[in-house]
Structure formats: structure tokens, C-alpha cells
């Protein structure tokens, strides 16, 4: 069976931990969109684990594939690579010929374009890389190993941005190919070997970055990420038809959280905002930003479980509201009428909230009333509930 993880809200919804609960039975872990602006925290053997490149599943030993629709930060790799063998974990990747390779330049960019359009980025490099990967003049993997090919696209990029300097390029180009010489032996046109492994009756878990409401096309634009996070994304992102995708796992927690600008209609502020993101340890992986704290948002829900093809869910941090009497969640929107799903524009929506009985432990019974609740609402079962950071903290029902 080939299972595909996605995430149903702004991203951090504990994907990380939910690969590495299931990994245990996939011979291989394939990732298909983002870069080191995504970040898992794992909690293995005792140590905490956090990986913005590598799949969460090597962990387990499995194989991590690295597809062609990521945004390779070779720097980064290099440093979680080093990290993971320090810890006795000799990771087992493949990296696509057909990813695209994140640059300085890149960097650079990130920043300019952020400080001038104020989206909120990670400033890792990911968005300015996708955009030469659609202008055509991006960097692939495999292309780091022809001389002519790699210079001249690092210039014709440049001098797009107008920060053409010659000897700089020169410079990137030789600190590129040195960082990527060193991953050479894991470079393979991994949609090809990924493929063969399928038909070899090789199980393979498809692991997303971000998720659903940070997609290019389906998030709140323009405050998205720079890929397809949603499922359909790992098809142009790995190189796989749709006929082995088996089941699809959203992820979700029972709140809201969010990193950077962008419309965020059930926010919440105050003492109440702050007492979740401490106990919730809602701080970026990747940044250490704080999050943004809000209730559940089922149209935005609904929304995702759809665009998504949500089979079953994995609702995490279950733990993080115990003790409240009543947790608000926004049934739907006010925009000028009721609304089930979100429109376009969801900045002028006023959430519609129910308030729903607390729970005290795994174990209370308002807490599967609130599971039965999703249920219903984004119309995929809860297979999953996690309840703590340990993969001992997790109960599969059914």
C-alpha cells in the first residue's frame, strides 16, 4: 500500500510525527515539494530530531527519496546529513537530477522581494528558486556537473535580477558544485527508480511539506507557499501516476496555527493565545518565529479535506487543550450570507462559532465527541490521534 501525508491547515500540524509513526511499515519515504523552509521535529529515541530536507523516515532506516519537485538547499543537506551520522543514523537518501538547487543568489533575492511585497517568507531561497525553475533558467542537480550549463543559467538568473557580478558567479558556481559533489553518489533520476520500486511491490509513503492552505493555487493566496503541497502535488513532484496513490492521511490539530502574514479568520489574541503557544510549543522548526494561534476553522477544513482527497485523518496534540471547560470552533462564515466552504477572499469573513464541551484526558469522552465532530465535517474518518511527542503517545482506532 502507498500512502500520501498531507497537511489540512497552515503547516506544523505534527506531520513530522506522523510519518515516523507509520514509517515502520514503507520501504520508502518520498517527499515531492518545498525545501528547508519546511521543518519536522521528531522525537526519536529520546532525542529530538529536526529535519527540513531529509524525510522524517530514515530515522527508521528506510530510504528517503528527495523528488524533482523540491528546492535543494545543498548547504543545509549537508549540515542535517552531518547531524544525523554524528548520531549513529547513517542516512539512506535519493536525491532527484531534477530537483532544483538553491543558490545564494537565491538568498539574496528572497529577502529583497520579502521586504518589498511583506509575505513573510523564511528567506531560505525557495521562492526566488522556483521562480528561475519556471522562467527557465534554474539550476537542476544534474546540471551542476556541466560546467556551461551550470554558469550560464547562474548568469542569465542574475542578470534577470540585475545583480550580475561575473567573479561572483564564477565563485557560486565552483561553492555549488563543491557542495553537491560530495551527494553525488545519491543522485538518480529517482522518478524512474521510484517507479520500478513501485512495481517491485515496494510500499512507499508520500510525504508533503506545508500544507493545504499554503498551496500555490489553493492556500490563501498571495500569502502561499511556492508549490503544490496539496496531494496531487506529489504527481508532477515525484514523477507518479495518480493509480498508486492507495490512501490519502491529512493531518490536522484541533486548533489553529499559523506562521507570517496572511488572512487568518478564527486568530485568536491575549492570554488565552499565549497559554496555547507555550504549552503547544507553537515556535517555527524552521524560523522559531512564534505562531499564530487561532480556534478550529472548519470551512477552511472542509476546504482542504476536499481539495486534498482526504481518505482518513491524523489529529495531533490532542493533549495541548485538556482542562478547557468550552473550546470555540467556527462552524462557518459570515460573508454577506452563510457560507460552508471559503470564498476567494476571506479576509472580511466573520467567523460563526460553536462552543463545544472540553476534555481532561485521552480517555474523556467529549474528546471523541469532538473527534466524531470533524468527522462529519471534513468527511474522512480520524484514524489517528496523537496525544504527546513520542510515538508511544499515539492511539490507532480501528
Known amino acids: 500500500m502507498n500512502i500520501a501525508v498531507i497537511g489540512l491547515q497552515f503547516g506544523d500540524e505534527g506531520k513530522g510525527k506522523i510519518v515516523d509513526y507509520l514509517a515502520e511499515d514503507f520501504d520508502i519515504i518520498a517527499r515531492y515539494s518545498g525545501g528547508s523552509n519546511a521543518g519536522h521535529s521528531v522525537l526519536h529515541n529520546g532525542k529530538k530530531f529536526k529535519l527540513h530536507l531529509i524525510p522524517s523516515g530514515v530515522l527508521r532506516g528506510k530510504i528517503g527519496v528527495l523528488g524533482n519537485g523540491m528546492a535543494i538547499d545543498f548547504s543545509v543537506l549537508d549540515e542535517e546529513f552531518s547531524s544525523l551520522k554524528e548520531e549513529g543514523i547513517e542516512p539512506r537518501i535519493k536525491i532527484s537530477s531534477r530537483a532544483h538547487v538553491v543558490t545564494s543568489f537565491h538568498k539574496i533575492m528572497d529577502e529583497r522581494e520579502d521586504e518589498i511585497i511583506g509575505i513573510g517568507t523564511t528567506r531560505r531561497g525557495i521562492g526566488p528558486t522556483y521562480e528561475t525553475k519556471v522562467k527557465r533558467v534554474g539550476i537542476r542537480v544534474g546540471d551542476v556537473f556541466d560546467d556551461n550549463v551550470m554558469l550560464k543559467r547562474l548568469k542569465l538568473a542574475t542578470k534577470l535580477w540585475g545583480i550580475y557580478y561575473e567573479k561572483e558567479v564564477e565563485k557560486e558556481a565552483r561553492a555549488i558544485k563543491e557542495q553537491v559533489r560530495k551527494f553525488k553518489e545519491f543522485i538518480v533520476d529517482t522518478e524512474i527508480w521510484l517507479n520500478e520500486a513501485i512495481r517491485a511491490g ?44 492507495d490512501k490519502i492521511v491529512g493531518v490536522m490539530k484541533p486548533y489553529m496555527t499559523r506562521v507570517g502574514a496572511g488572512p487568518f479568520p478564527t486568530e485568536i489574541f491575549g492570554d488565552i493565545a499565549k497559554e496555547l503557544r507555550d504549552k503547544g510549543n507553537e515556535y517555527g522548526a524552521t524560523t522559531g518565529r512564534p505562531r499564530r494561534i487561532g480556534w478550529l476553522d472548519l470551512p477552511l477544513l472542509r476546504y482542504a479535506a476536499l481539495v486534498g482527497g482526504v ?13 478547557m471547560k468550552k473550546i470555540p470552533v467556527a462552524f462557518e462564515y459570515d460573508c454577506n450570507g452563510k457560507r460552508k466552504y471559503p470564498p476567494l477572499h476571506i479576509e472580511n469573513c466573520k467567523p460563526i462559532y460553536n462552543e463545544l464541551d472540553g476534555w481532561e484526558s485521552i480517555e474523556d469522552d467529549n474528546l471523541w465527541n469532538y473527534v466524531r465532530m470533524i468527522e462529519k465535517e471534513a468527511g474522512a474518518k480520524v484514524r489517528i490521534v496523537s496525544y504527546g511527542a513520542s510515538r508511544e503517545d499515539t492511539k490507532l482506532i480501528g
Open 311 to 323: 481518505d482518513e485523518i491524523a489529529l495531533t496534540k490532542v493533549d495541548i487543550l485538556e482542562g
Open 202 to 245: 515496494k510500499n512507499v509513503l508520500f510525504e508533503g511539506s506545508q500544507a493545504a492552505l499554503l498551496d500555490v493555487d489553493f492556500g490563501t493566496y498571495p500569502f502561499v507557499t511556492s508549490s503544490n503541497t496539496i496531494s496531487g502535488g506529489m504527481l508532477s513532484g515525484l514523477g507518479v501516476p495518480p493509480r498508486v496513490i
